[in-house]
């Protein structure tokens, strides 16, 4: 049984955001495409403040994937092996996730154009899928089975962990 240091709670929280956050994209891109259907271009403050938005959600994604890479999955690496299993889907995963992250930023401030649009589109569906996917992995095989291998210290040691990710020593 899991305690108040449960590493898994809290990841699957910050999915939830990831989720609403590819939502609120979706959106976007539908007034986006609404705007130019109406050829009245493409509202620039939409597209400044999806940019924004997509920063934000860039860094908080890294914080995520350093909390699972360097906190939680050393730990269940333990007792599941990195290589042929699921804890190395999720790593290439985050890989991928990673370049198509750094793709969207750079798009996002040229997305105002029809070119750009179409380019930012084409990577933020891309994001989105692979995201909504692995999201779905992480919640349903990895973090049930990790529940099942981790000792209650194992679960502290990993919530202690991503807690020194997320709150970085003062340097």
């Known amino acids: 049984m899991m305690d108040a240091a449960d590493p898994f709670t809290p990841l699957t929280d910050e999915h939830r955001l990831a989720i609403a956050f590819l939502d609120e994209m979706r959106i976007w891109a539908e007034q ?19 940019s924004r938005r997509v920063t934000e959600f860039d860094n908080e994604l890294e914080v995520h994937f ?40 750079s798009l996002a401030p040229g997305a105002e154009e029809g070119s750009g649009v179409a380019a930012f589109e ?9 995201l909504r996917n692995h999201i779905d992995k ?3 095989i990895l973090f049930p089975l990790g ?7 194992e679960c502290r ?10 709150m970085p020593a003062s340097r």
């Open 32 to 50: 986006m495409d609404e705007e130019r259907a109406c050829r009245s271009g493409t509202n620039p403050y939409r597209v400044a403040q999806a």
């Open 66 to 105: 350093r909390k699972e890479e360097d906190a939680l999955f050393p730990v269940i690496e333990r007792h599941i092996p990195r290589e042929g299993g699921p804890l190395g889907v999720m790593l290439d995963e985050h890989t991928r996730l990673r370049e198509l992250r750094r793709r969207l930023v």
């Open 122 to 130: 084409k990577v933020a569906n891309e994001l989105d899928d692979l």
């Open 138 to 140: 992480e919640d349903n």
């Open 147 to 153: 529940r099942s291998v981790l000792t209650e210290a």
């Open 157 to 166: 040691e990993a919530f202690a962990r991503m807690q020194a990710v997320a």
